[in-house]
C-alpha cells in the first residue's frame, strides 16, 4: 500500500465496530414498509428518519400519513430529504407534514441537477443520498429503500433491496449522525445566533451478539470511508466475494481490488441490473463486462424488474449494506451511509438470498456469449463511459477515481 493511501486510510478511519447488536434483515419493501410504519405508530417519544426519495405514492401517502399522526399526539419528529431526489415533496407533503407540527429540512433543494452540472457548479452535486431512521433512540432502520412504493415505475412489484432494523450500541453513533444532519440544516444566515439543538436521546443497552459499525460517507473528513472498507475487505478474501449493485462503475481502486481477488483463486460474484432504468450508466456499467469476465469474475443481471440493492459479503463473515452504490455518485459525491457486519450467521443469511435472486431471478453473462456481442454494441458501451466520465470530469469529481 503507497504512503498516500496509508495516510488517507488515517486521516479518514471507518467507524469502530461494537458488539452487542442485534440486526434484523429486510428484503424489499414488503418486509421493509410495515416494519417502518410499525415503528412511526409505535413511537412516543422521537421520530428521526432521513430519506433521499420521498414519492407521491401509496407508500409516502402512508408514511405521511403516520408522521402526522405522530406528530399530532406530541412526538418530536424530524424529517430530512435530498433536494433534488425529493424535489416534488412541497407538492404533496409538505403542506400536511409541516401543518401537523412535523419538522422538516430539505438538503441542498435543488429542481435542475444537470443544468449545474454543465455551468461546473460542483456543491450542487452534492445529494444527501442516505436512508436512515430512528424511533425512541432505540430502534434504527439503515440500508437502500426510499420512500417509495416498490411497484412505482418499476416493470415489477419487487424492487431488490435491503435494509436492517437495529437494536443496541450502533444506535448510539447513527443518532449523533443524524443529529450532525439536522444542525447543520438548521443554521441561519452569517451573524445570526443558531439554536443548538439537544442530542437525540438514545438506548444503548445491548440487543445482542452482532458486531457492526456505522460508515459514513461525505465531502470533508469521510471521503473515502466506504471504498476503503470494500478494498480492504476484499484485499482480505480468501474463497469468494458476492456483490449486488444497482450500479456498478467502481473505483480503480476497487476494481483492481476484484480482478487481483479473482485472479489469486476467490469466486467472484457480482449481481448487476438487467433492466435499463438509466441509460447512460446502464452501458457504462457494461463497457467493463469484457475486462470483468477475462478475469473470471462471474456476471449476472436481475430480470424481474429494477435491482436497487447495495449490498457485499465476503467468505460468508463480512457483510456491508446501505445506501452507496459502487459508482463516481456514491463514491465522489453523495453523503452515504452504510454499516458494516461482523457475524457468520447474519452473511450466510444476506448471502443466501443473494444466491436466490442470482438462481431464480437473474441470468448469467458469460463471456463467450459477450464476445460475441457487435462492434457496434461494444462502442456505444465504450463511448457511454467516456461521456459519463467526460461529464465528471466538467466538475473535477473524477480526477482520483
Avoid at 194 to 221: D, M, Q
Wanted: proline content about 4%; some cysteine.
Amino acid at each position: 500500500m503507497s504512503l498516500r493511501r496509508r495516510l488517507l486510510n488515517a486521516l479518514h478511519p471507518a467507524q469502530p465496530v461494537s458488539g452487542g447488536n442485534s440486526l434484523s434483515l429486510l428484503c424489499n419493501g414488503d418486509a421493509y414498509f410495515p416494519a417502518l410504519l410499525t415503528a412511526i405508530n409505535e413511537a412516543t417519544s422521537t421520530i428521526r428518519l432521513e430519506t433521499y426519495l420521498y414519492a407521491d405514492d401509496a407508500i409516502g401517502q402512508a408514511v405521511t400519513a403516520a408522521l402526522c399522526a405522530a406528530a399530532t399526539r406530541g412526538v418530536d419528529v424530524r424529517l430530512v430529504v435530498d433536494g433534488f431526489g425529493a424535489r416534488n415533496i412541497d407538492l404533496h407533503h409538505l403542506p400536511r407534514l409541516t401543518q401537523a407540527g412535523v419538522q422538516v429540512r430539505v438538503y441542498r433543494p435543488e429542481h435542475h441537477l444537470w443544468r449545474h452540472l454543465l455551468s461546473r457548479k460542483r456543491s450542487r452535486l452534492r445529494r444527501m443520498h442516505r436512508k436512515m431512521a430512528l424511533f425512541d433512540g432505540g430502534t434504527a432502520f439503515i440500508g437502500g429503500i426510499n420512500i417509495l412504493d416498490d411497484a412505482t415505475d418499476n416493470p415489477s412489484p419487487t424492487r431488490l433491496d435491503f435494509a436492517v432494523q437495529i437494536r443496541g450500541p450502533l444506535v448510539q453513533p447513527i443518532a449523533q449522525a443524524i443529529d450532525r444532519q439536522w444542525q447543520t440544516l438548521s443554521r441561519r444566515p452569517l451573524f445570526h445566533r443558531s439554536i443548538k439543538h439537544a442530542p437525540t436521546p438514545t438506548k444503548t443497552a445491548p440487543a445482542g451478539h452482532i458486531r457492526a459499525g456505522l460508515l459514513l460517507r461525505n465531502n470533508l473528513s469521510q471521503r473515502r470511508s466506504i471504498e476503503n472498507a470494500y478494498v480492504q475487505a476484499i484485499q482480505s478474501a480468501r474463497d469468494h466475494i458476492t456483490l449486488a449493485m444497482a450500479y456498478f462503475i467502481p473505483s480503480r481502486n476497487i476494481l483492481n481490488a476484484l480482478l487481483s481477488a479473482s485472479e489469486r483463486g476467490v469466486k467472484v460474484r457480482l449481481l448487476l441490473q438487467g433492466k435499463i432504468e438509466y441509460r447512460l450508466q446502464h452501458y457504462a456499467s457494461q463497457s467493463l463486462y469484457r475486462s470483468l469476465l477475462n478475469a473470471g469474475i462471474r456476471l449476472y443481471e436481475y430480470q424481474p424488474g429494477f435491482m436497487h440493492a447495495k449490498v457485499g459479503v465476503i467468505d460468508g463473515r463480512w457483510a456491508t449494506l446501505g445506501s452507496a452504490n459502487l459508482d463516481p455518485f456514491s463514491l465522489l459525491v453523495a453523503q452515504e451511509a452504510n454499516i458494516v457486519i461482523e457475524d457468520d450467521a447474519f452473511s450466510r443469511q444476506l448471502e443466501a438470498r443473494l444466491a436466490q435472486a442470482i438462481d431464480t431471478h437473474s441470468h448469467e453473462i458469460t463471456a463467450a456469449a459477450w464476445g460475441k456481442k457487435s462492434s457496434l454494441h461494444r462502442a456505444l458501451r465504450a463511448m457511454s463511459a467516456r461521456v459519463l466520465f467526460r461529464l465528471l470530469s466538467l466538475t473535477r469529481y473524477a480526477d482520483n477515481y
